[in-house]
Structures are given as C-alpha cells and as structure tokens.
C-alpha cells in the first residue's frame, strides 16, 4: 500500500510511539484519525497537521466509543484502510510479597487497555476496511498492533504487562489468517527501551544506564524509529503476520 493512499486510524496516536507514526503518514501524504482520550492533546495535535488529520476521541475498551470514532473517521476521509494500535499502559507489581499478592484490579485493568483494547480496535477497523476496494494486489487494509519485548523478557514485576503483550503477540498471526481472504494483513511491532512519556519520568542517570544496555546502537529507541518501522510494514505488502523486535538487539534481563 502507498503511504499517500493511507487513511489511517492511530490508537494513542497524540503522543509517543502514536504521534510519530501519524506525523510519518501525514508527511507522505496520506491521512490519519488520531484516536485518543478524550482529556489528550489530540485536538491540538490534528489542528497542527491540518486537513490530513482529525481527532476522534475514544476509550478503546469501549465498543460505543470506538465505533464512533471509526465512522467519524470514515465520515472524514471516505474510508480507513491502516489501523495501527498505540495505545497502552504500564503497571508495576510483583505477582505477590510483603504487602500481599497484586490486586486482581490491577491486572485485569492491564490486560483490559493493552490486550482487550487492540482486539477491540482491531475488530472494528477490520470489519470497515472489509467494505474497501481491493488494489492491484487484492489488498484491503493493514492492522500494526504494538506489543514489547517484555512479551519475550518480562521482568521482575511485569507480570501483567508482560501477559498484555504477550496475548497481543499470540493474536497476530491469527488475526493476519483470518482476514487473509478479505486481503488485509496484520502485524506487530515489539519495541524494546523507547524514549517515551513513561520514561522521561526517570533521572537522567537512569535513562543512561537503561541505554547502555542496548548492544547497538547504544541507545534509546526514540518514536521516530517506531514509526519508519510502522510505515514500512503499511507499504511493504509481504510482511504479514509476523511479529518484529524492534530493540537494538537486548534481551531483557530479570530486573
């Protein structure tokens, strides 16, 4: 698919990982439907890009919000053909200690935004893209979903997040066999230490040494590493159903 003919739709895409890729596609031309909360910055954002973005604000664990924030997307561009699926949280605990085991809440709310979040989003934007004319290539639409490598090295105190993304890993290639006939494809990008909202909280000697720990380079991943690769996968039509680390080559160790 040609990233000038992308109508994307992107989950968190009003900051981090999300705003990067919707800066990527609007600057090669296509369009792209920001899809955050409603309190994000996501109205300021479109307005920055002008006509090839629109702000649909949205909870994605909400069918209702969702849904309308799909057809106001469609509404806008004529129709969406990329979704690519940003949006998550982190939590910290571990399973149990001292204080007791982790609050049931707390996993379950985890594992609500990041793993039931996706397949929510993934299965509203698949079904819109199944009423697109196929290209050339019998081609549809395209689904990025975002897991972590903490899908493959969780540590100590991931066990939520850890579960979230592992679930988004083990959907991806169920997901790209079963809208194969209908010529849409799915993918995953698994990003390692990014630069992001979360980790700008962290003491610049912090920040240093999570890099130094990354073979090569030996730094933090920044949005935009994020975005080239999200943008290759849309307009490279032979990636599907492949989950693809995105790391500078660490494996996580267990703390």
């Known amino acids: 698919m040609k990233l000038s003919d992308t109508r994307a739709v992107v989950t968190g895409g009003a900051s981090g990982l999300g705003l990067a890729t919707v800066k990527a596609i609007v600057e090669a031309g296509g369009k792209a439907a920001i899809l955050d909360r ?6 300021n954002v479109a307005a920055s890009l002008g006509e090839s973005a629109v702000f649909t604000p949205a909870d994605v664990t909400s069918e209702e919000d969702v849904s309308g924030a799909l057809d106001l997307a469609v509404e806008t561009f004529g129709s969406i053909n ?50 697109n004319d196929a290209d050339d290539g019998g081609e549809r639409g395209v ?41 849409i494809r799915c993918c995953t990008i698994a990003p390692g230490t990014f630069d992001t909202p979360m980790l700008a909280m962290l003491p610049d000697e912090q920040r ?28 490279n039509p032979y990636i599907n159903g492949e989950t693809i680390r995105l790391d500078g080559a ?3 160790p267990p703390r």
Do not use: H, W
Request: aromatic residues 4%; charged residues 15%; hydrophobic residues 50%.
């Open 38 to 43: 409603p309190q994000s910055d996501g109205q």
């Open 82 to 131: 990329v979704c690519v699926n940003c949006a998550g949280v982190g939590s910290a605990m571990k399973i149990t200690g001292k204080a007791g085991p982790m609050p049931l809440d707390m996993f379950r709310m985890t594992l609500e935004v990041n793993l039931i979040g996706t397949f929510n989003v993934s299965r509203l934007a698949a079904t819109r893209m199944l009423g």
């Open 143 to 183: 689904i990025v979903n975002t897991a972590s490598v903490a899908a493959f090295d969780g540590q100590i105190g991931q066990v939520a997040y850890t579960a979230s993304k592992a679930g988004v890993v083990g959907m991806t290639l169920v997901i790209a066999r079963d809208l194969a006939r209908d010529g």
């Open 208 to 235: 240093a040494a999570l890099a130094s720990n990354i073979p090569f380079p030996s730094r933090l991943g920044v949005p935009d590493d994020f975005a080239s690769l999200a943008c290759q996968i849309i307009s």
């Open 250 to 252: 660490i494996r996580m």
